[in-house]
């Protein structure tokens, strides 16, 4: 999905890339411009390339915006391909890499009447997403440590174990120390995470335990944002899949924590 500043869909390719590339300048703080053109016979594209390597998340993850209205034919694309190597997602480090062969995009509007482009069809393609298991652990550390300290409660030696308990699911468990004052316990927090056909990761089964009375009020304060994200589904890509389906949906895990799929019309 590709958000643009306007409610005019660009008249040429060279618009077309201006408009793209100031829609991601939005969201990741990047060098040069990391979108590429080559038409065709606009709106039919040889080829279309997104190149993220090195590019920096801007504060938040964005929800997706809200589709406005029925979408309609856009561009026609032989290839598309969008890369990121080392994307900074605050202290951890994201690779992921989606090809696309024979694509079809739509567009449509958000609530503010900016054009949105969307993926329709695709005759192949193939997407991987992997995170090293070592920044997985400093990103939730950087969260657990945020929450707990709200709360004069300060956390470290997180640990994180992942475990496949099928080609689409895994179980999780982070060990870490939380402390208050001059006493300290050990918190173990455990979780599941189950991926659907359009790449959605639900989380599920978050508890916290721990023994003492630190654990205990650690866990108390830690519990209510765990239930938070019960039940609660994260898109894994952020392109509505319309006629795509994806399939070999598999998540591993090891060294690194790595997502791919294979999709097709």
Known sequence: MFLLKTDQFPAN???????LNESLRDVFQVAGDPVQV????????SALTVSLDGAVVKGQPRAMPSVSGNPVPALTLDSFSAKGSRLAVGPAAIDFSLEAAR?????ACDRDGNIILLLHKSAQGRIDISIATADLEKLIAEIAAAEAGKHGVAVDNVQLSLSSSGPRSLAAEVRL??????MSAALRITGAVDLDDELNARVSGLDCTGDGAIA????????????QLNGRVFPLMSV??????????????G???????????
């Open 177 to 182: 120390r939380g402390r208050k004052l001059f």
């Open 38 to 45: 080559r038409e065709a016979a606009y709106p039919h594209l």
């Open 103 to 107: 694509v079809e995009l739509e567009r």
């Open 13 to 19: 390719s060279a618009d077309l890339a201006f408009r």
């Open 240 to 253: 509505p899949l319309a006629e795509v389906r994806l399939r070999d949906v598999r998540i591993s895990t």
């Open 216 to 227: 205990s009020v650690a866990c108390g304060i830690l519990k209510p944002q765990l239930q």
């Open 255 to 265: 060294d690194e924590l790595s997502v791919t799929a294979e999709f097709g019309s």
